[in-house]
């Protein structure tokens, strides 16, 4: 009887969740999950709701983002587990009533094409599996892909003011995430949001995990993530720690800095950058930032600064006081 009702209980909060939003948009869909952009039809608020198959990797990820609050980090709300995919039921509904339209859908997550995907079939990937539907803030600035995208068409040379700005506040966001003990393991332009007023935040949790065990030694970690941004340990290494995410910082940086226009040439210079050449000029034209960036992508992870080391450069060479930094971004 007891068990009844605890059932019972289960199902009346979820049918409570779930009609009390309304699926505007699919954000992005990866190779782990989906998020959409939500509206609450009672506060009326804009909301970003994630859909992932119910394993331990999504727990992982929501006692992540519960233990994460940080002003650059993404910011969790609530989750409530389903067998039902009210979301994609919404999708389909919304999609015969506008054929074609596409509108207001940004990239949160890669294609599953540009995902390791190894590993996805032992996650019970089926129609009828069970869902864990995780609510976080909607970020309506976009992220730093767009960020990149729409500068690269710009003729003007690039304001590195607001870029340092930029990169201070992911690189506060990943010292937060490694003082808690933590590893993103998937740091990339398209997990860079902008929230409120411009501001930084880091998101997509899904493969994150702690930087030891819980007698403090090393674990042994699967090469998932975005192979475009993966460290040459996380790639090639079965055990690493959190200095696997300042290397993707140190593209992620040259990419803000540096005008690039084709697929072709982004391939071509991350070949180069991998093995630490820079693209003739880059030197010259940013030389402190230069060095700095030759540090983070150093092939092997102790030679590279640590996140908080990384911050206090900021500040000291490019003189980011508090008075900048409280200044809106985009």
Request: with cysteine.
């Amino acid at each position: 009887m007891i068990f009844c009702c605890i059932l019972l209980f289960d199902i009346f909060i979820f049918y409570r969740l779930s009609d009390s939003f309304d699926v505007i948009a699919k954000l992005g869909q990866g190779a782990f999950g989906c998020v959409y952009k939500v509206k609450h039809i009672y506060d009326e608020k804009i909301y970003a709701v994630k859909r992932v198959i119910l394993t331990g990797r999504a727990e992982s990820e929501v006692k992540a983002l519960a233990r994460l609050e940080h002003t650059n980090i993404v910011r969790y709300i609530t989750c409530w587990p389903s067998s039902d995919d009210w979301t994609s039921n919404q999708e389909k509904n919304q999609e015969s009533n506008t054929p074609g339209s596409s509108s207001d859908v940004e990239t949160y997550e890669d294609d599953d094409d540009d995902k390791d995907t190894s590993g996805v079939e032992s996650l019970g990937v089926t129609d009828s599996g069970t869902y864990l539907f995780i609510q976080m803030e909607f970020c309506e600035g976009g992220t730093l892909t767009d960020w990149i995208k729409a500068r690269n068409y710009l003729k003007k040379q690039r304001n590195t003011e607001e870029i340092h700005k930029i990169f201070y506040e992911i690189i506060t966001g990943v010292e937060f995430i490694h003082a808690n003990n933590l590893i993103h393991r998937d740091l990339k332009p398209d997990n860079i949001l902008f929230g409120a007023e411009g501001k930084v935040k880091i998101g997509d949790f899904g493969l994150v995990e702690a930087q030891t065990n819980q007698n403090g030694d090393p674990i042994e970690r699967s090469n998932r993530g975005t192979p475009t941004y993966m460290s040459p340990e996380q790639e090639n290494k079965r055990t690493y720690d959190e200095k696997t995410d300042i290397f993707p910082l140190g593209l992620i940086w040259f990419e803000m800095l540096w005008k690039i226009s084709t697929v072709m040439e982004k391939e071509k210079l991350w070949e180069d950058l991998k093995n630490q050449r820079f693209p003739k000029g880059f030197s010259q034209s940013y030389l402190t930032e230069s060095k700095f960036i030759m540090k983070m992508l150093s092939y092997s992870p102790e030679h590279r600064p640590h996140a908080k080391d990384i911050k206090e450069t900021l500040k000291k060479f490019f003189s980011l006081d508090q008075n900048l930094l409280s200044q809106k971004t985009i």
